[in-house]
């Protein structure tokens, strides 16, 4: 469910016409809705209701300051990748005991950063990630809280690349190597080993996946207890899907999830922790772009967007799909047609669907990429020199910028001319 409807006609972010942004901020632009993320936070939360948990957003999928903060007030903690992605969540007011940091390659600086700012734990996922930290730790003085991702070796029946937990992957250890990875972490003077780390990718859209792993981190759980190890939190990421079209079945919903989890590892007493980032960002969000101009071609029609594989790169990246509605309600019955929706970047594979069927649309109308809220923004470049489009919240009645769109000026004037030019 999102808060982007038609009303009298015309589409709405909440409450707030999405004409009425576009003619503000122009075109392109993305929109969320306050209300999207915190019901979609709020699900996850109460399927955990009961057990010692914590919901921490994952900041890959959006990381806007706002949306962190709005996130961060309702009690999310947050699950960071890199250094950069650390200070956004304390700049956005997330204490150091609700920050995990997760990585295959996180930095001396990183590690040094985050220590000294406060964390949660790090999700290690190597052994000579493990001797580093306890290397920081200890000139530091402190004890690193830890846990060690494991790779379970389950096929999570999702896109290549956003599979985590194959044996081929390059995420964690092999769990078949855990006890005497966690038995060398215990050796180490400057590690708290706390838990185990488990995630195994992401848009899965069965549960089954994420029964089978969960079943080898509870026989683990098991074994490591059995071996003097005080594993009392289990790290369990993120990677629920969520529908990309409304004609699709919808994926398992999130209080589903929180009942699997119970079954699995409810008998354990672990504190546990879940990592979602696509299902509370994805659907809260729209790419709003206007029709530069409809094009005829051999055998086909082009709708010409302004904006650009840049601005959205998961069609290109991934031939994810997305649900493209014109801003304007269609009437009633109208016969639709197949288009080519493309941008105007300079390459082929800026092409955001082939032969999609969509009601007449000409240039000057508005259209609005659904479930555009995740791995929308964060993933997005200046190519060709096209400035990073801007970032809109709305709540009820009123809306905010809060990306503004860079001027040429502004992109032209970060790079430095050499003396000798």
Request: negative net charge; contains cysteine; charged residues 25%.
């Amino acid at each position: 469910m999102d808060h982007f409807l038609y009303k009298d006609g015309a589409l709405h972010a909440e409450d707030v016409p999405v004409a009425e942004i576009a003619a503000a901020v122009g075109t392109p632009f993305y929109v969320y809705s306050t209300a999207t993320l915190l019901r979609h936070f709020r699900l996850f939360d109460e399927a955990l209701a009961g057990m010692d948990h914590l919901v921490c957003f994952a900041m890959k999928a959006a990381s806007n300051q706002a949306i962190l903060k709005t996130l961060a007030q309702a009690g999310a903690g947050m699950d960071v990748v890199s250094g950069g992605e650390y200070a956004r969540a304390k700049a956005a007011g997330v204490p150091g005991d609700r920050i995990v940091f997760s990585g295959v390659g996180k930095t001396h600086a990183e590690m040094r950063a985050a220590l000294e700012g406060g964390i949660r734990q790090f999700n290690l996922e190597s052994e000579p990630e493990m001797e580093r930290l306890n290397e920081v730790a200890l000139s530091l003085g402190v004890k690193a809280p830890v846990t060690v991702r494991v790779n379970p070796d389950v096929d999570a029946k999702t896109h290549a690349k956003i599979a985590t937990g194959k044996s081929e992957n390059k995420f964690g250890i092999p769990i078949s190597r855990a006890k005497e990875v966690y038995a060398h972490a215990a050796r180490l003077p400057g590690l708290d080993v706390v838990g185990i780390d488990v995630h195994i990718g992401s848009q899965l859209t069965d549960l089954e996946p994420f029964r089978l792993a969960y079943r080898k981190v509870a026989a683990l759980t098991e074994a490591l207890r059995a071996d003097g190890h005080n594993i009392r939190r289990l790290d369990l990421g993120g990677g629920l899907g969520i529908p990309y079209t409304r004609s699709n079945e919808a994926p398992p919903l999130p209080l589903d999830y929180g009942t699997m989890i119970r079954e699995e590892l409810g008998h354990l007493g672990c504190e546990i922790e879940i990592e979602p980032g696509r299902l509370i960002a994805g659907n809260a969000g729209l790419l709003v772009s206007d029709v530069v101009y409809v094009k005829s071609g051999e055998g086909r029609d082009f709708l010409i967007l302004d904006a650009a594989m840049n601005d959205l790169v998961r069609p290109a990246m991934y031939d994810a799909h997305h649900d493209i509605i014109p801003v304007v309600e269609p009437a009633s019955g109208v016969e639709q047609r197949p288009y080519d929706i493309v941008g105007p970047v300079c390459e082929t594979g800026d092409t955001f669907a082939k032969q999609r069927m969509m009601p007449p649309v000409q240039a000057g109308d508005l259209v609005a990429f659904r479930s555009a809220g995740a791995y929308g923004a964060v993933m997005a470049s200046e190519y060709n020199t096209r400035p990073l489009i801007p970032e809109v919240l709305v709540n009820g009645h009123q809306f905010a910028v809060i990306r503004a769109r860079p001027s040429f000026d502004e992109i032209i004037n970060r790079d430095t001319i050499p003396e000798w030019l």
